[in-house]
């Protein structure tokens, strides 16, 4: 009878100057357990796929931050940030400030943010989908973080790109409303008569910019586009799994 083993999981990893204790990654779905329209890991418990499977993954996930218990929040595009483990907290960004747990976030062509300090005292995630953004949920975790700014990293993770990202006019005038030079990031749909295709790692790096973060890093990534190793909703609809960003101090 032969054993079946585990493959290691596919992570992506941040590309930044980050201190040595920082910890960061973001799953793909290349390689797991997940089944089906859901294959190859899907940790997200909301989406529909088998819960044993989805247990699975999440325990996969515990093992690469060596045990330490994953903060996993009720995601609803808000600008709220946790600031303490609590689990299944409604929220769309979460602060460690020391090494008893992992932040996480979920996401599929939504944007994830990752954050930490230049001395690698404090870390954070954070669930950038259009309305989160226009929110103001970066700006909020970043005070959440309540260091000076200046001393603060930033990394965006995959995203839908801007080639593929058609929005409608409603979505421009939210970002445009109190921040004009977003217009930057909105140019003419060759598809639909009044809209836009959104950039959005470049209405987030505004917004870092605008909070005082002057360290971004990453980008140019595309969910939608990239099919082998990214979940779109976009694409896929109902049935896509998630990738998770998690992040920590070890």
Known sequence: ?????????????????APNNVRAFVTTREVGPSQGAYASFN????????PLTVKACRELLQKETGGKPLNWLN??????VAKEYSPNTQADAAVATGGDYACVVLTADCLPVFFCDAEGTKVAVAHAGWRGLAAGVLENTVKALDVDPSQILAWLGPAIGA?????????RQAFMAGHPDAAAAFVPSPYR??????????LATQRLQQAGVEQVFGGNFCT??????????????????RMASVIWLD
Do not use: C, I
Not at 1 to 14: A, C, G, N
Not at 43 to 50: L, M, Q, S
Not at 193 to 202: F, G, I, N, T
């Open 1 to 17: 009878m032969k054993t079946l083993v585990q493959p290691e999981l596919s992570l992506l990893y941040p590309h930044w100057p």
């Open 43 to 50: 940790p997200a418990d909301h989406v529909g796929d088998n």
């Open 75 to 80: 995601q609803v595009h808000t600008a709220k």
């Open 163 to 171: 080639r593929v990202f058609e929005v409608g006019p409603e979505v």
């Open 193 to 202: 008569l009044k809209h836009y295709m959104a950039d959005l790692y470049r």
């Open 224 to 241: 939608l586009t990239d099919e082998e190793r990214f979940y779109s909703f976009r694409r896929d609809g109902q049935q896509s799994g």
